[in-house]
């Protein structure tokens, strides 16, 4: 089966502007995880949607928000850019409930702001 | 707060080697998993153990969780340089998934 698409693969953006990132997970899988992975900080969490609800929130600025339609399909919008939002922008899609949750990423997007 | 800490966070070591790589953690996880990810790509999910004192092999790769669930060791014989990357150990923690910040591997040939 198909497994988690994230799209763009690349983008350049300059400060201050907005930014919309969109990934599809697993067919079947209901929750998606949006995750920033700088090389200082390691994998971060910024959220996790399950079944269009948010259901966890990590410690980023309101800047960075989420949403996820009825298919699963999630996007991560950025508005007022700043230069440390460059980064792996990481997705990753699983079933989202029960006591093994395995966890699928794509291949990631990565933003840089100039 | 669970928290995995993954240790050492960098190893360099000859192709050929015998490598441990160690996940550890206070709290208890009802499963941990462990991911390599290479450089610009989405980590890759290797194995996930979820009975204490479970232990599973991957070719080269042996994963074992702890009798207690609280941590976890991958160990790696006669290293490749295919094996280079960040391998990550991973838990389910509410309703998130929680990281370790990983150990890097470089695998000289």
């Known amino acids: 089966k198909a497994g988690v698409t994230q799209t763009p693969r690349y983008l350049i953006k300059t400060r201050g502007q907005q930014v919309t990132l969109s990934c599809s997970p697993i067919s079947g899988h209901r929750s998606v995880s949006w995750y920033q992975q700088t090389p200082g900080q390691g994998l971060q969490f910024l959220f996790e949607y399950f079944s269009e609800t948010q259901r966890n929130k990590g410690n980023f600025p309101g800047r960075f928000s989420g949403r996820q339609f009825s298919n699963s399909r999630s996007e991560m919008n950025v508005s007022t850019l700043e230069l440390g939002d460059s980064a792996l922008y990481l997705c990753a899609s699983s079933l989202g409930r029960g006591r093994i949750t395995e966890a699928f990423f794509g291949q990631g997007t990565r933003l840089t702001v100039v | 707060t669970q928290l995995l800490e993954q240790s050492p966070q960098f190893l360099s070591i000859q192709e050929g080697e015998n490598l441990t790589v160690y996940c550890n953690s206070s709290?208890?996880?009802?499963?941990l998993q462990w991911y390599r990810q290479e450089p610009g790509e989405g980590p890759v999910l290797l194995v996930t153990v979820v009975t204490g004192g479970e232990v599973k092999k991957l070719k080269r790769l042996t994963f074992q969780f702890g009798d207690a669930r609280k941590d976890s060791s991958l160990h790696i014989t006669a290293a490749q340089p295919g094996d280079t990357g960040l391998y990550l150990c991973?838990?389910?923690?509410?309703?998130?998934?929680?990281f370790g910040a990983g150990t890097r591997l470089f695998v000289k040939a």
């Open positions: 709290s208890v996880f009802s499963s």
């Open positions: 991973a838990g389910p923690g509410g309703f998130k998934t929680i």
